[in-house]
């Protein structure tokens, strides 16, 4: 039997015989769907994809004399069966996207997750033999999914989905395709209260990863997840200054000469936003800051204001900067020490704007710095957040004499 579709017009007096023919043209088709093999199978799907594109629920069961769940269940069947062989995957995943993104069809989500489908298409982004065109598919089903409301968006979540999500965001060769699981997180943090925090330490933990486009669109997605977890977990300390510091020997090495800097741009846009996430975490909390200081953030941002090829690092560093200086006195000193006085003036005066008023040796002062606050004034400065007109006699002031620190620009 060649394709043809199930639905044909009527009039009213004909309305049942033209029913009972479409019955029959369906399950003729269903028998020869059964019986026949891969070739024949990827062939209906090609005509299915460009004949139905786009379709609302209603248009697919008119089409299918109210029997579309049949066609559904029959490729989700074979898709669960072949899909580690990658036979006709791309048809299928486009398929089955047909129906799952179908208006008025939230039904064929419901019919396809009944039967595995998460599972199905979580277990392809781990398959290394697979292509990644076929990943990209999935996850594009995985964000229909997460779409659909708060009960999907746990049913992935519960499936260890956030786990599979980032590892293939952590390997994955293909920008747009990294792109497109920045969504599927974004959308699986938010509306998701049971399972935000998942999403929250998965994003901390793609920090860690090799690959600078995953730590890119994960400090982005951090932002916004953030601002609806709330406190920051302690583990995000050591993951954002990670990120500066292994970007400070990028860094480095570009200015060895051994780098292009169209090859170390993205790097440099890591740079800026680990510096912006930093200051961020620091005004949020006291403790934090703290931590972030006996981690030698001190001498990374100094090194990122020293980018001359990127002005934003050097803008973002330095705005993150000046809150350290302003609230802990024994930063002020070292930085003042390091900087110069005249240098040191400059970025006090105008700490947003220093980049536009530096010359190159001081860039290469800041670049090349070898601040390292020793623990015991560290343990000082932890006692008490002076102001920064404060004389170092006054460092040890009692609690009651604390000031809210000045919020950085932005």
């Not at 900087?339 to 220093?354: H, S, V, Y």
């Amino acid at each position: 039997m060649s394709w043809q579709w199930i639905h044909s017009s009527s009039t009213p007096d004909m309305t049942s015989i033209k029913e009972q023919a479409a019955v029959s043209r369906l399950i003729s088709f269903l028998q020869e769907w059964d019986g026949t093999g891969k070739v024949t199978r990827s062939h209906i799907l090609e005509n299915f994809i460009l004949a139905n594109k786009g379709k609302t629920g209603p248009e697919l069961e008119m089409e299918f004399s109210q029997g579309a769940s049949l066609f559904l269940a029959r490729i989700t069947a074979w898709l669960r069966l072949t899909y580690m062989y990658g036979t006709c995957l791309d048809q299928q995943l486009k398929s089955i996207g047909i129906f799952l993104s179908a208006a008025n069809g939230q039904r064929y989500i419901i019919e396809f997750l009944e039967i595995g489908g998460v599972l199905t298409l979580l277990e392809i982004l781990g398959l290394k033999q697979l292509k990644e065109e076929a990943k990209k598919e999935s996850i594009k089903l995985l964000q229909i999914i997460a779409s659909s409301g708060r009960k999907f968006k746990e049913i992935i979540c519960e499936s260890y989905g956030v786990r599979s999500i980032a590892e293939f965001l952590a390997t994955s060769k293909s920008e747009e395709t990294q792109e497109q699981v920045q969504i599927l997180l974004d959308t699986l943090g938010h509306g998701n209260p049971k399972y935000q925090m998942q999403v929250y330490k998965g994003l901390i933990a793609l920090l860690k990863c090799t690959s600078p486009k995953a730590q890119q669109l994960s400090l982005q997605t951090l932002r916004t997840i953030q601002t609806i977890v709330g406190k920051a977990h302690p583990s995000i300390v050591g993951s954002v200054l990670g990120v500066l510091h292994s970007l400070h020997l990028e860094v480095q090495y570009e200015e060895a000469g051994t780098l292009h800097l169209m090859e170390s741009l993205p790097v440099y846009i890591q740079q800026a936003a680990a510096a912006k996430a930093i200051g961020i975490l620091a005004q949020d909390s006291r403790e934090l800051a703290e931590e972030l200081l006996f981690l030698n953030v001190v001498h990374g941002l100094m090194c990122a204001m020293g980018n001359k090829d990127h002005t934003n690092s050097q803008r973002q560093a330095s705005i993150t900067l000046e809150f350290f200086v302003q609230n802990f006195i024994v930063v002020e000193n070292y930085v003042k020490e390091a900087m110069g006085e005249k240098l040191f003036q400059l970025f006090m005066q105008d700490a947003t704007n220093l980049y536009l008023n530096m010359d190159a040796v001081q860039a290469d002062i800041l670049a090349s710095n070898i601040v390292n606050i020793p623990a015991d004034f560290l343990a000082r400065a932890k006692m008490d957040w002076p102001e920064r007109e404060s004389s170092p006699e006054e460092e040890m002031q009692p609690e009651d004499n604390y000031t809210s620190p000045k919020p950085a620009t932005s």
